[in-house]
């Protein structure tokens, strides 16, 4: 749909409608008016007669008055069209054909008639007004008896006449106020043209707009009713560019995460290459193993953060926290644990949460695998779980060599390792922490251990099923 | 050639060092940018290989930092993006070259060969003095067009100072070029290197400057 169809299809079709009522009453007044007018008119020359005929007959000399009929109109043709100028003349008026006069004495023989009548009664004889088709006209007739000498005067008009001033009359009226209607209907165009011009100058500014080009709306020159539209527009962009910002970040630290072991690998099947004992080809060969098995690493929390969508989660479940901490610490091999000892408190089995068990138990993998890395041989990792009115905390804490104050900000930021690169973490284990988290709607916080290590707190609501908050 | 790898990658670095070791450079590796330039301020380098995404002080940073500090030795930054905005904003920061990972030995060896060669106002890729002739893309090493065979270390001495013709380096400055961190430096060890390379070459290049250090002299046309 178009407004500015609607819009000029609604204002001029109101005008021309308006145009309509206008004429049609404008036509209907002239045709009351003029009919009025025409009828005193006939009525009065009727009248003048009655004065003349009003006396007895003998006084009367009908033919004198038959000849000045006659006389007045000589030379006529109904059918002639004639122009104003020489419609009139000193002796009278072309028209005059148009109008005519019949009179009757009491037994019914004509005494008067004007050229324009016939022989016969135009009307029947009887008072007032009537109209009558004679010939090929119609005619307005207005009849009337004399009482004194039961004479009947018959005075009659064509109807074209009224219709002509009719016509004449309307158009006329009409002149101004048609041509004041193609100015409006033109300044409506010119108005709706122009009030529609921001929405248009707004739909183009967004048409420029493309995912490499998400600057805000210019709206210094928008109309205010626009502005909201546009702020709209505005912050949408914001966050589609922020997100696209996000995206070629993390597309880049992957770039970044994916092209360092394998320049590494590389590097090391170059340097075999280029040795010439068995026993350092072998050295290099283990170190390409290991970096192999980096990138597997790598790509397998890659693709557990990308599955982490939450839209194909499902329902949550009752979990028991320590159920799934046993679980996963069962899962890890003797190499991932490394000596070091991993100890659930026994809270963690009385503590119920509403929650993902799949993501539960990639979360925990990650934390403990995590803790296991920087724990020294033989140290101890710490599980607990505690429940207040509003939260289930878990904590996690290891014996490492923590972290400083300013990495505890970076913590759970995607790439970023505890101690860099010392170790071979992916670099994503705490962001899919993070991501897990969020999912639950928990908090995570990190903080340092007395006298050494990390503890790891996650905060997870408790939703209330009973209506309090 | 003393070169500092700043690495923070364990793998990496350990196998960038693997493969330049082999190539006559002396290579001490820090795994972050603090200790890149506190490495700097302290000894002489004559190479830099720069990775960019560095824990803390990112690559870009320590790159500004030496220049703001008037290091004036080359650079090469190694990335693992490619867009070019890195490109531009690394050879802006005042980087020589770059390298996006994973990328070819050769072509590391190649681009390093280069940088020294402009640092050392040269052109043409051969080190000629007189009869003698040095290749340093296979580290060989002639004279009147008779291969001579020289040991890695005595190797790295003869490339220093006919780089620094007629300047006398100083015992200090030649061992700080011929050995890294993890190197046991022998009391002697530099004047037996010395008297091996006067033993293999015919002619005596270099002159003992006594109390002060060695030199070759400017060849004059």
């Known amino acids: 749909m178009s407004i500015r169809r609607f819009l000029l299809a609604g204002l001029l079709g109101t005008l021309l409608l308006s145009f309509a009522v206008i004429f049609f009453f404008n036509r209907y007044q002239a045709f009351v008016e003029v009919g009025e007018l025409y009828d005193a008119q006939l009525a009065q020359s009727s009248r003048i007669l009655q004065g003349f005929l009003n006396r007895p007959t003998d006084e009367i000399d009908f033919d004198h008055i038959n000849n000045a009929l006659l006389a007045a109109t000589q030379s006529y043709s109904e059918n002639e069209v004639h122009d104003d100028a020489s419609m009139r003349s000193d002796s009278g008026h072309k028209y005059e054909y148009k109008f005519a006069i019949q009179i009757w004495d009491k037994n019914t023989n004509l005494l008067v008639k004007s050229p324009s009548a016939p022989l016969y009664a135009i009307a ?18 207005f009849t009337q008896h004399l009482p004194s000498n039961g004479y009947w005067i018959v005075t009659a008009e064509r109807a074209d006449i009224r219709q002509e001033i009719i016509d004449k009359l309307t158009y006329s009226s009409l002149a101004g106020p048609l041509a004041g209607m193609i100015f409006l209907a033109l300044g409506v165009i010119a108005v709706v043209t122009k009030g529609l011009q921001p929405l248009i100058d707004l739909s183009q500014q967004i048409r420029e707009r493309n995912i490499d080009k998400l600057e805000p709306l210019v709206l210094e020159k928008t109309p205010k009713e626009l502005i909201p539209l546009g702020q709209a527009v505005n912050l949408l962009m914001e966050q589609v560019s ?61 693709l557990t953060l990308a599955r982490l969508d939450p839209r194909a989660l499902g329902e949550p479940e009752i979990c028991v926290l320590g159920d799934i901490a046993q679980e996963v610490i069962n899962a890890l091999s003797p190499q991932q644990q490394s000596g070091v000892h991993i100890y659930l408190e026994k809270s963690l089995f009385n503590t119920q949460l509403n929650a993902y068990p799949d993501l539960l138990s990639v979360m925990l993998r990650n934390l403990i695998e995590n803790a296991c890395r920087y724990s020294p041989e033989g140290g101890t990792i710490n599980l607990a ?76 609501p408790v939703i209330h099923t009973n209506g309090n908050s | ?42 000894e002489h380098f004559e190479i830099i290989i720069l990775d960019i995404g560095l824990p803390g002080m990112d690559g870009f940073e320590v790159l500004k930092k030496l220049r703001t500090e008037k290091f004036e030795v080359p650079v090469l930054l190694l990335t693992a993006r ?3 905005t890195d490109k531009v904003t690394g050879l802006d920061a005042g980087a020589d070259d770059y390298l996006l990972k994973p990328f070819d030995l050769d072509e590391l060896l190649a681009r390093l060969r280069a940088l ?44 220093k100072l006919l780089e620094n013709t007629g300047r006398v380096l ?18 002697n060890a530099l004047e037996v290197h010395i008297h091996h390379i006067r033993k293999k070459i015919p002619v005596d290049l270099i002159r003992t400057v006594r109390g002060v250090g060695y030199t070759i002299n400017r060849l004059h046309h």
């Open chain 1, 124 to 141: 029947d004889f009887k008072n007032g007004y009537s109209i009558k088709k004679i010939g090929k006209f119609n005619w307005h007739i």
């Open chain 1, 242 to 302: 922020q997100d696209v910002e996000r995206e070629r970040r993390f597309l880049g630290d992957i770039a970044h995460e994916l092209r360092t072991p394998l320049a590494a690998m590389k590097l090391n099947a170059q340097n075999g290459l280029y040795s010439k004992d068995i026993y350092s080809v072998q050295n290099f060969l283990i170190k390409i193993v290991r970096g192999v098995d980096r990138s597997i690493r790598l790509i397998e929390q890659l």
């Open chain 1, 385 to 460: 779980a505690e429940q207040t009115a509003d939260n289930i905390i878990f904590t996690l804490t290891d014996q490492g060599p923590g972290v400083s104050e300013q990495q505890l900000q970076s913590l759970g930021k995607r790439f970023f390792r505890e101690r860099p690169a010392d170790r071979m973490g992916s670099g994503l284990g705490l962001s899919i922490v993070a991501r897990i988290a969020e999912l639950h709607h928990a908090q995570v916080s990190f903080s340092n251990a007395v006298p050494q290590g990390l503890v790891v707190n996650i905060l997870f």
């Open chain 2, 1 to 42: 050639m003393r070169l500092l790898l700043v690495e923070d990658d364990l793998m990496l670095g350990e196998a960038l060092q693997d493969a330049l070791m082999p190539h006559s450079y002396v290579v001490d590796w820090v795994k972050d940018g603090e200790s890149a330039l506190k490495s700097l301020r302290r």
């Open chain 2, 82 to 84: 490619d867009s070019l």
């Open chain 2, 116 to 159: 020294s060669r402009r640092a050392a106002g040269r052109a043409i890729p051969f080190i000629n003095y007189g009869k003698l002739c040095i290749n340093p893309e296979n580290q060989t090493v002639s004279y009147d067009n008779q291969p001579i065979v020289l040991a890695r270390r005595e190797y790295m001495v003869l490339i």
């Open chain 2, 170 to 187: 100083s015992r200090e400055q030649l061992e700080q070029s011929l050995y890294g961190w993890l190197d046991d430096v022998d009391s």
